[in-house]
């Protein structure tokens, strides 16, 4: 598991390598707004941070005092940096098949799968529940609930739940469009996901 230190040394390296980007470009690229001058007004799952460029600060735009959590800072500065002409393509792909993706399964389905039908495999009227507050929607698919995302404009990410009952364990499946692997890396989508789906399950607890 990744220490403290490991994700301060990434976010300076992301932010060494995005420096000499202006922030127009960063903008355009990336799908952000821009927040005045000098800054990017970034929306991430239920929260939206303005993150200033160069530099690469993050606040909070509701609660100022609030820090955002480094994993997020990472995440979000892995994704300014990925390949701008990648696209969503409408192509999905399960997470096996993001190149490179073999060696993170694993800790994929733990981080992700597995607190996914746990958390909700006995509720999917939960999990549509608070999706929203995440910015999923429903769309036209298979199971008890399927909900596509946008945690990144870029990247989109899908994931189905078929609920569970006395003679069948609950099952999930968490889908990317194919380019993703064009814009985050292997770990970085296994802590996406990871991070969306606590976050839900966080939400969900609060509404009881």
């Known amino acids: 598991m990744a220490r403290v230190d490991d994700y301060i040394n990434a976010k300076a390296l992301a932010a060494e390598a995005?420096?000499?980007?202006?922030?127009?470009?960063?903008?355009?690229?990336?799908?952000?707004?821009?927040?005045?001058?000098?800054?990017?007004?970034?929306?991430?799952?239920?929260?939206?941070?303005l993150v200033t460029v160069p530099g690469f600060a993050f606040t909070d735009e509701a609660?100022?005092?609030?820090?955002?959590?480094?994993?997020?800072?990472?995440?979000?500065?892995h994704y300014l940096l990925g390949d701008p002409l990648a696209q969503p393509s409408a192509d999905w792909a399960a997470y096996r098949e993001i190149p490179g993706a073999a060696f993170y399964f694993s800790a994929f389905v733990k981080r992700a799968v597995d607190?996914?039908?746990n958390v909700f495999g006995s509720d999917p009227a939960a999990l549509k529940s608070v999706a929203p507050m995440i910015g999923g929607a429903p769309f036209d698919g298979p199971g008890d609930a399927a909900i596509e995302f946008f945690p990144f404009p870029r990247v989109p990410v899908r994931m189905i739940?078929?609920?569970?009952?006395?003679?069948?364990?609950?099952e999930a499946a968490i889908l990317f469009d194919r380019s993703a692997g064009r814009i985050l890396s292997p770990e970085d989508l296994a802590w996406l996901s990871g991070m969306m789906v606590y976050r839900m399950a966080a939400l969900a607890g609060q509404k009881k």
Do not use: C, H, M, W
């Open 161 to 170: 739940l078929y609920a569970g009952d006395d003679e069948f364990p609950a």
């Open 63 to 77: 609660a100022p005092e609030k820090p955002a959590p480094i994993q997020e800072e990472v995440l979000i500065l």
């Open 18 to 49: 995005l420096a000499g980007r202006p922030p127009d470009a960063l903008s355009r690229e990336s799908g952000y707004a821009p927040a005045g001058e000098n800054a990017l007004r970034v929306p991430f799952l239920n929260r939206t941070f």
């Open 115 to 117: 607190p996914l039908k």
